[in-house]
């Protein structure tokens, strides 16, 4: 392996360089990484901050894994091709050390890009370089996913790298790590130091305490929550430098725990949160390029959401793919926008795709009078509260829970972090506190300028006596496909156009990308759920509010304004509309 590495120029300056000044085409993430890493590098001159970037650590896993064989694809025989990007990944996780005692700064990794960009290649590779250059005494190397094929699809590209790797130590002569290394069917282990790799899934419980060096969580976007990493990732802490490599392309699980993540790790390059732990590279079509109307349809965007292009995925069938979203569209394009792209756009079958919606998003000032949209749902469960303002077509949105509904994990999401975060109030222990919701509208109904609202007579009857005594206008409404069909038709159009506004409450952005919509034999319109368990109370309470605004909002008045001659003939009849 000696000879492969003699006189190589390494490209992760380079990479970052080229990033940085905009010679190499990437995405506004890895554009922010780059920065962050030049940033760094700065403040790591100083005596009080604790980290500095150790070259020779960077280049010696570097140059180890480009002495692994590849063993499949057009590849297959040769030394691994590492490209710029793999290089300065590996470089930044590894480089990255403490001051103080020369650990690893990195704790944790979040990358994530298009699928067939050599990611789980590279995780197996990455767990090779690390299984022999750090060995440490019973050492745990762990590839984690939803389901046991993925998770001994990294772990197979282990056992062919390692045993390759073996092969030609053993070559050299007795000793090294030919004469320590057992691979068998489920591991592989070393002799002189108990260390093993292996792969778990699907139960978290029976990870817990194993005290895993390194761990790979592969494809997280599927991961229905966060059992399995969790355990694994405490488990660590029995470790002096342990490492979480989490890799992932984007899902259409939103408000799920992999795109909870995703959100962490933007607000961390937008410097809205501070992380010096966790390294992040998110390769993917820019959302400020306009990812749903035409910029998706472009080779920049491919670029950017795939790093490896033109070695893989192959520029050809990429192409192909491209032409077959644009002539087939609908379900066809989301999944390009996904898999190719790296964007989180929702199901394929969603009504409002969560790439578009979140172009809504902007800074709002409400204004004129607010028509509300009550969802009271069932004494266990979400309930929501909206107030639309037709004059600059926004919302707010206020969510309330029971505390018992805290603990459910079975929704997918962290109702927890939602309500730490201010986005969801705790009304009630076992069950939802109506009297809190009903206090709620009542107490904020004079502030939000409010002028109507309907609600759902289903749920909600009881309370309208209590509006009613108190003077708020509220009225029964029904949710059947001839009432909805409007509501649904004018926000379907004013996202589309672009001239919605909302805050960016996750909780309404997930219960959006929940949505189905589903037409009548006549045309009408009403929602459904994608799968059961998701939820759509703010939706529903939106299409209350919309609706409320269009039956409820003043009427403009039309005048009458007839000129006549001298004569007494008419010369002129308009409508003037005030």
């Known amino acids: 392996m000696d000879e492969i590495i003699l006189e190589y120029e390494f490209q992760y300056d380079q990479y970052v360089e080229d990033v940085v000044s905009g010679q190499k085409l990437s995405c506004k993430k890895i554009i922010q990484a780059c920065k962050r890493h030049l940033g760094d590098l700065q403040k790591s001159k100083r005596d009080d901050y604790p980290y500095y970037f150790d070259h020779e650590w960077a ?43 020369g650990l690893r700064r990195f704790r944790e990794a979040f990358i994530t890009m298009a699928k067939k960009n050599a990611k789980t290649t590279l995780m197996a590779a990455i767990v090779v370089a690390q299984f022999y250059l750090e060995p440490d005494a019973a050492g745990q190397y762990i590839f984690c996913a939803s389901s046991k094929e993925q998770a001994n699809l990294c772990k197979d590209m282990c056992f062919n790298f390692v045993k390759e790797f073996v092969e030609e130590e053993s070559e050299k002569g007795p000793g090294g790590a030919a004469e320590v290394t057992e691979l068998w069917a489920n591991n592989i282990t070393r002799t002189d130091t108990g260390q093993y790799i292996k792969s778990v899934s699907r139960d978290g419980k029976k990870t817990e305490g194993k005290g895993a060096n390194l761990v790979i969580v592969d494809e997280y976007h599927v991961h229905p929550n966060d059992d399995l990493k969790d355990s694994l990732y405490t488990g660590q802490k029995g470790r002096v ?23 962490y790790c933007e607000d961390i390059l937008n410097k809205i949160k501070s992380d010096d732990t966790l390294f992040i590279a998110c390769f993917e079509a820019d959302q400020g390029k ?20 033109g070695h893989t995925p192959e520029v050809d069938p990429t192409m192909i793919e491209l032409q077959t979203a644009i002539n087939k569209g609908g379900a066809t394009q989301q999944t390009y926008k996904t898999k190719t792209l790296n964007v989180w756009v929702g199901s394929s079958t969603v009504w409002i795709p969560h790439d578009k919606w979140m172009l809504c998003h902007r800074e709002i000032t409400h204004s004129g009078y607010g028509y509300g949209g009550l969802d009271l749902a069932f004494k266990n469960d979400l309930c929501s ?19 018992k509904k805290l603990e459910d994990k079975e929704d997918g999401v962290d109702y927890l972090k939602w309500v730490e975060d201010g986005y969801i109030i705790t009304a009630g222990k076992e069950s939802l506190s109506y009297d809190t919701v009903e206090a709620y509208i009542i107490g904020t109904w004079k502030k939000d300028k409010m002028k109507a609202m ?39 159009n004013m996202v589309m156009l672009k001239t919605m506004s909302h805050e960016n409450n996750p909780v309404i952005n997930w219960n959006m990308s929940n949505v189905n919509i589903k037409k009548t034999a006549n045309g009408y319109a009403t929602i459904t759920k994608s799968e059961s368990r998701k939820k759509i109370d703010g939706v529903a309470a939106l299409l209350n509010a919309v609706a409320c605004g269009i039956s409820e909002s003043p009427k403009k008045k039309k005048v009458v304004i007839r000129s006549y001659d001298d004569e007494g003939n008419l010369i002129n009849d308009e409508d003037e509309s005030t």
């Open 59 to 101: 280049q010696t896993y570097i140059s180890f894994i480009r002495g692994l064989k590849m063993h499949e694809g057009k590849y297959s025989g040769q030394y691994f091709p590492i490209l710029p990007f793999q290089e300065w990944m590996v470089a930044m996780i590894y480089g990255w050390r403490y001051k103080k005692n």
């Open 241 to 263: 430098d342990p490492l979480m490599l989490v890799v992932t392309t984007a899902g259409d699980s939103i408000g799920g725990v992999c795109h909870k993540q995703y959100e």
């Open 290 to 309: 306009d990812v749903e109307e035409t910029f998706w349809k472009t080779i920049e965007a491919i670029y950017m959401a795939n790093p490896a292009f």
């Open 385 to 403: 509260y909206i107030r639309w303002y037709p004059e600059s077509k926004s919302f707010k949105t206020t969510f309330f829970i029971p505390e």
């Open 454 to 492: 309907y609600y759902d007579p289903a749920t909600a009857h009881h309370m309208a006596e209590h509006f009613e005594k108190e003077g708020l206008k509220t009225f029964a409404f029904v949710q059947s496909p001839g009432n909805l069909t409007a509501p649904i038709m004018s926000i379907e």
